[in-house]
């Protein structure tokens, strides 16, 4: 399997403030993405991290609040914008190993916003 | 498109005792299915998943899940609960093709409680 790194794994954030969440996978991998999980909710996807191209965001996710950078096949970023309580989730990376058919995740980091 | 239901948001049982989750999926080509399982405070680990060979699939910590395709169900089983088995399960369809590849649309989740 495996090994996705999340930085940071919890903080606790000021309204208003931005948060920029990494994501570092062990090895090559061709689709990342990123998920949220609003607190006693299911996950969602937010937007699938394109390498060298901009992500590609689901219904109701926008770039403005949620810019994503994907510079290499091992790395990416998620930034949570001008943030409100409502955003206090759990963001999870997720990367797909085609050959494989399958998806691990990262630890999540989770976030609180105050 | 593709979706998950999971009946029971909240399942208990009792050390021993057999663990069934259930998870039926929509899908218009043929699926692939997961199951994941959350500890608290933890993140998801895959427990196993169904890819178009064998429909019982067996998984890690004891589990299985049989695919049937005339019910559209992907239900997860163990014979015997352990407490250690509490946690949040959440079952998923996998989208393998084109451009959407590798998205996940997953249940709302079953917590799953067991009691000594």
């Known amino acids: 399997s495996a090994v996705i790194s999340q930085k940071p794994s919890r903080d606790i954030c000021q309204r208003g403030t931005s948060l920029t969440i990494q994501c570092q996978v062990d090895s090559q991998v061709t689709m990342m993405f990123w998920y949220r999980q609003q607190p006693g909710q299911s996950l969602t996807l937010i937007a699938t991290a394109n390498q060298g191209s901009e992500a590609t965001y689901e219904s109701g996710f926008v770039i403005d609040k949620f810019p994503i950078s994907r510079p290499n096949l091992t790395f990416s970023t998620l930034t949570v914008s001008n943030m409100s309580p409502e955003d206090s989730s759990i963001y999870l990376c997720s990367v797909a190993y085609s050959a494989l058919n399958t998806i691990y995740f990262g630890e999540g980091s989770w976030l609180t916003v105050v | 498109a593709q979706s998950v239901t999971q009946l029971g948001s909240h399942v208990s049982v009792s050390e021993g005792a057999l663990v069934l989750l259930r998870c039926n999926y929509s899908?218009?080509?043929?699926?692939?299915l997961f199951w994941y399982v959350q500890y608290p405070n933890q993140g998801l680990q895959l427990l196993l998943k169904?890819?178009?060979?064998?429909?019982l699939v067996k998984g890690i910590n004891g589990f299985e899940a049989e695919f049937k395709k005339s019910e559209t169900s992907f239900h997860l089983t163990k014979p015997s609960a352990h407490m250690s088995d509490a946690a949040e399960y959440f079952c998923?369809?996998?989208?393998?093709?084109?451009?959407?590849?590798?998205?996940?649309?997953f249940g709302q989740g079953t917590i799953l409680t067991v009691h000594p």
């Open positions: 998923a369809v996998f989208n393998a093709g084109g451009t959407s590849y590798g998205k996940l649309t």
């Open positions: 169904y890819t178009s060979a064998a429909t």
């Open positions: 899908s218009s080509v043929p699926p692939y």
